[in-house]
């Protein structure tokens, strides 16, 4: 059993930037890969980056790629997500998910959810 709960989210100026965490509960977390996703008001969920369980391998949506980073610190159960150069379409809530499959990037179902944080990027 994982429990992922993100942090981070805030309101910021279209250009800003913002780091989410996810911390994350179990002594597995290491072998999971995870993912971050986000939903915008009326929209569907999206995929935006993934990082596999070791750290070496990540995927990011085309939309999110040479802003966004992820990384991870599995000593201390923790994935983030550096967002930079933010814009107002980046405005949604932020999700991460964990992967019992810790070599796959970007899984579309994961296994377990966080129960998202709230972006706002005003123009």
């Known amino acids: 059993q994982v429990q992922l709960v993100e942090s981070g989210g805030g309101s910021v100026q279209a250009g800003g930037s913002l780091r989410l965490s996810c911390a994350a509960s179990g002594r597995t977390f290491s072998s999971y890969a995870v993912d971050w996703f986000r939903q915008a008001p009326g929209k569907e969920r999206e995929f935006v980056a993934a990082?596999?369980?070791?750290?070496?391998?990540?995927k990011y949506a085309e939309s999110v790629k040479g802003r966004f980073t992820i990384s991870r610190d599995n000593a201390q159960n923790m994935v983030y997500l550096q967002m930079n150069s933010l814009k107002p379409e980046d405005t949604a809530v932020y999700y991460c998910?964990?992967?019992?499959?810790?070599?796959?990037?970007?899984?579309?179902?994961?296994?377990?959810w966080g129960q998202g944080t709230q972006v706002t990027v005003s123009s």
């Open positions: 990082i596999i369980w070791s750290g070496t391998r990540k």
């Open positions: 998910a964990a992967d019992r499959n810790r070599e796959r990037l970007g899984a579309s179902q994961p296994d377990y």
